[in-house]
T-cell receptor, first 116, second 116 residues
Framework: DGGITQSPKYLFRKEGQNVTLSCEQN?????MYWYRQDPGQGLRLIYY???????QKGDIAEGYSVSREKKESFPLTVTSAQKNPTAFYLC???????????????FGPGTRLTVL | KQEVTQIPAALSVPEGENLVLNCSFT??????LQWFRQDPGKGLTSLLL?????REQTSGRLNASLDKSSGRSTLYIAASQPGDSATYLC???????????????FGQGTILTVHP
């Protein structure tokens, strides 16, 4: 059953703590992305990775960090430096530009992070 | 900087009506445009992807058109049903010399309610 999984579904964080959100895909996609969604707003890009061991900052990378050690995994760490981390976080993947095919993005079910 | 606007912000229609959702973008140098559906508290489901060289795409009761030169796309839903109730998002990706960076810029979405 191919797809993208995110865990946990809900996450609560105390102020000053770092937390890591998991994203795994078994679609054999090269590219992976992290977005943040706030109520009533569209998605904003945090980080993206076109290939293993490489990633770039998106529009709102401050206070976040990522790693891409394996093709199927792209974890996101929300650090204590992120001033307003409460949001819905969505992970996505696509075949990637190197394949020169339709770069359709597919999304996971999301993680809702709440700062207590 | 690319900006994407969706009109209307919310739409309520009786079952059976045909309806049109609008999406406009400020920079016509796009690689593709995607329409997504999002149910409350869930991830995004890809509905249609239109390459910049295409004029329209169809899937079942959905038809999406693209006018790249004027920076507009429309999503047409025929014979609407209560199950179509959701938020509809459009997103565009940057054209990087014939490939895509894969970075999507999203609109804020249109909240659709179809009542019986």
């Amino acid at each position: 059953d191919g797809g993208i999984t995110q865990s946990p579904k809900y996450l609560f964080r105390k102020e000053g703590q770092n937390v890591t959100l998991s994203c795994e895909q078994n679609l054999n996609h090269d590219a992976m992305y992290w977005y943040r969604q706030d109520p009533g707003q569209g998605l904003r890009l945090i980080y993206y990775s076109q290939i293993v061991n490489d990633f770039q900052k998106g529009d709102i990378a401050e206070g976040y960090s990522v790693s891409r050690e394996k093709k199927e995994s792209f974890p996101l760490t929300v650090t204590s430096a992120q001033k307003n981390p409460t949001a819905f976080y969505l992970c996505a993947s696509s075949r990637g530009q190197t394949k020169r095919v339709l770069d359709e993005q597919f999304f996971g079910p999301g993680t809702r992070l709440t700062v207590l | 900087k690319q900006e994407v606007t969706q009109i209307p912000a919310a739409l309520s229609v009786p079952e059976g009506e045909n309806l049109v959702l609008n999406c406009s973008f400020t920079d016509s140098a796009i690689y593709n445009l995607q329409w997504f559906r999002q149910d409350p508290g869930k991830g995004l489901t890809s509905l249609l992807l239109i390459q910049s060289s295409q004029r329209e795409q169809t899937s079942g009761r959905l038809n999406a058109s693209l006018d790249k030169s004027s920076g507009r796309s429309t999503l047409y839903i025929a014979a609407s049903q209560p199950g179509d109730s959701a938020t509809y998002l459009c997103a565009v990706s940057v054209d990087a010399g014939g490939t895509s960076y894969g970075k999507l810029t999203f609109g804020q979405g249109t909240i659709l309610t179809v009542h019986p």
